[in-house]
Antibody, heavy 120, light 112 residues
């Protein structure tokens, strides 16, 4: 059974940093692109970042470019999101998601999410 | 960036009625070389992550009831629930994966 379990969320002050992790199981982690998606009550779902199979290629939403870094450790079956210079508008539930693979880039598995709150 | 716009923002239908949600993309998500529309639909219930319903605009994910169907091409798409059930109360999102990934703002489906 595919499982994605996020951790690392919490309360952080504006300008602070946080690292999220997503531990994967039930599939060959190194065979799939992985993504981070966030959700706020007012703005719905927003794709944040993606990483390819070995971490050699990444993409980011404009809103986080230069502040967030996605990475993965295929030996630990874990996806990461390093978030720096956090702003109030980064407050959201952060989900990791897996796409189907090959060229099927829609998300067929999601974690339960971890809440990040940026506030003083 | 491709902007996805859903309508309506919310709808309330009686049990057994047909529910229709529209999704419009700011540019075509049809890839001419394979004739596929890079469009997916998700369902999200309170306290849960989104769940994939439909991909390639019209292909139902395994295990999804056949009352859910997707249609459309290019820039205009529709999710139809043919006979609304109580368990279909949820938020529904369209998503394009043609160029990066963007979601619609969501449509809340309720029972009247």
């Amino acid at each position: 059974e595919v499982q994605l379990v996020e951790s690392g969320g919490g309360l952080v002050q504006p300008g602070g940093s946080l690292r999220l992790a997503c531990e994967a199981s039930g599939f060959i982690f190194s065979s799939y692109w992985m993504h981070w998606v966030r959700q706020t009550p007012g703005k719905g779902l927003v794709w944040v970042s993606r990483i390819d199979l070995d971490g050699g290629s990444t993409s980011y939403a404009d809103s986080v470019k230069g502040r967030f870094t996605i990475s993965r450790d295929n030996t630990k079956n874990t996806l990461y999101l390093q978030m720096n210079s956090l702003r109030a508008e980064d407050t959201a539930v952060y989900y990791c998601a897996r796409d189907r693979g090959n060229y099927d880039r829609y998300f067929n598995f999601w974690g339960q999410g971890t809440l990040v709150t940026v506030s003083s | 960036d491709i902007v996805m716009t859903q309508s309506p923002d919310s709808l309330a239908m009686s049990l057994g009625e047909r529910a229709t949600i529209k999704c419009k993309s700011s540019q075509s998500v049809l890839y001419s070389s394979n004739n596929k529309n890079y469009l997916a639909w998700y369902q999200q219930k309170p306290g849960q992550p989104p769940k994939l319903l439909i991909y390639w605009a019209s292909i139902r994910e395994s295990g999804v009831p056949d009352r859910f169907s997707g249609s459309g091409s290019g820039t205009d798409f529709t999710l139809t629930i043919s006979s609304l059930q109580a368990e279909d109360v949820a938020l529904y999102y369209c998503q394009q994966y043609y160029s990066l990934w963007t979601f619609g703002q969501g449509t809340k489906v309720e029972i009247k």
